[in-house]
Each structure stands twice: as structure tokens, then as C-alpha cells.
């Protein structure tokens, strides 16, 4: 079975805080994804990257970065959080293709104070 | 246009009841076509892969009408656990290993 594990299930942080989010996945995928979700919004792609050290924007990575240092592990970093990043955090990862599945984590609630 | 559009629902329906969801894309060049499931407070999965034949996996039948650029989701014979958000999701262009997330239709099913 494919796992996608998240470093948190609940986070509280406060204006200014530097929040690191991690994502391990099992499965020797080449693609990770960090992605938000909002009432209302839907699923919105942060960063994608599809090997070691190598990354690219989504539609929203404003206020986001990520590093890729080992295949298996994706982290997403606020430098200074803002509290319209409270949000529900979810990674996911898949193997190199178009036409393959996604493999989310359980995800990530962060709140900023 | 949005790229990915979906009716919000909420759906409310009997079990037993058949039930259809509706999407439609922006971008004509997308060539992969999924349907997720998403329960209260968990994790998006796959449902479904959607292919140009159209297919079925027991109660559930997924078409593509890429003339139209439109897909749908029909669920017969809904049972309570069929209960949650079905996201329609499609590639970018140009074989795009991101996918584009439509918002979701809640169904949910009484007994």
C-alpha cells in the first residue's frame, strides 16, 4: 500500500512564525505536491516537484517555499506566516505520468494566529 | 472560464436512488480525466479513472465527451457509504503532470 505520511495532523502557530510542514511518502514516487484547501476554493497546487532538488510553481505559491532534498521526503515552508494561511495543508505524491494517481497524505490543518 | 467546473450540490438523495454528477473543462488539450472521492475530514482518493470509451466499476459509470469538454459520474443504486465530495479532476496541457481540481459535488444519501 501506498503511504503519504504528514509530519502533523494539527498545527497552531502565530503571525511571523516560520512553519516547516513535511511530507514522506513510501512508494519511490517521482512527483510530490503541496497542495491547500479551502471551503469553497477546492484543492489548490502550491509547489510541485518532480525529482530530488528540482521544484515548480503551482498556482499559488506566493508566500510559499519548498526544498527536495531526498526523493522520498517534500517540505513546505512559511517563512513568515500570515493568518490567511490557515488553511488545510495536503501533500500527495504519484509516480512520473500524466495519467497517474495521486496519493494523498491525511493532511495538515494549520492555523495561524 | 474556470478550468475545472462542477456543481456544489449539495445532492440529497435516497438509497437506491441513481444519482449524476456533471463537469466541464477549459482546456481542450487536458487528456486525463478523473474522478475522486473525498469523505468528511479525510484525504482526496481516486475513485475513478475516466477514459474516452467511457467505463464502468460496478455501481459507477464515468463518460468523456471531449467534443464538448465534458465529463460525467453516474452512481446507481446509491448505498449510505456512497455518502461524500466527488471531485472531477483533469490534467493540464501538454501531458502536465499537475492536475487541476474541480470543487466538488456533496452527495449525501438517506435512508
Known amino acids: 500500500d501506498v503511504k503519504v505520511t504528514q509530519s502533523s495532523r494539527y498545527l497552531v502557530k502565530r503571525t511571523g512564525e516560520k512553519v516547516f510542514l513535511e511530507c514522506v511518502q513510501d512508494?519511490?514516487?517521482?512527483?510530490m505536491f503541496w497542495y491547500r484547501q479551502d471551503p469553497g476554493l477546492g484543492l489548490r497546487l502550491i509547489y510541485f516537484?518532480?525529482?530530488?532538488?528540482?521544484?515548480e510553481k503551482g498556482d499559488i505559491p506566493e508566500g510559499y517555499s519548498v526544498s527536495r532534498e531526498k526523493k522520498e521526503r517534500f517540505s513546505l515552508i512559511l517563512e513568515s506566516a500570515s493568518t490567511n494561511q490557515t488553511s488545510m495543508y495536503l501533500c500527495?505524491?504519484?509516480?512520473?505520468?500524466?495519467?497517474?494517481?495521486?496519493?494523498f497524505g491525511p493532511g495538515t490543518r494549520l492555523t495561524v494566529l | 472560464r474556470k478550468e475545472v467546473e462542477q456543481d456544489p450540490g449539495p445532492f440529497n438523495v435516497p438509497e437506491g436512488a441513481t444519482v449524476a454528477f456533471n463537469c466541464t473543462y477549459s482546456n481542450s488539450a487536458s487528456q486525463s480525466f478523473f474522478w475522486y472521492r473525498q469523505d468528511c475530514r479525510k484525504e482526496p482518493k481516486l475513485l475513478m479513472s475516466v477514459y474516452s470509451s467511457g467505463n464502468e466499476d460496478g455501481r459507477f459509470t464515468a463518460q468523456l465527451n471531449r467534443a464538448s469538454q465534458y465529463i460525467s459520474l453516474l452512481i446507481r443504486d446509491s448505498k449510505l457509504s456512497d455518502s461524500a465530495t466527488y471531485l472531477c479532476?483533469?490534467?493540464?496541457?501538454?501531458?502536465?503532470?499537475?492536475?487541476?481540481f474541480g470543487k466538488g459535488t456533496k452527495l449525501t444519501v438517506n435512508p
Open positions: 500527495a505524491s504519484s509516480l512520473l505520468g500524466a495519467v497517474n494517481e495521486q496519493f
Open positions: 512508494m519511490d514516487h517521482e512527483n
Open positions: 479532476v483533469v490534467n493540464g496541457a501538454g501531458g502536465s503532470e499537475k492536475l487541476v
Open positions: 516537484s518532480y525529482d530530488v532538488k528540482m521544484k
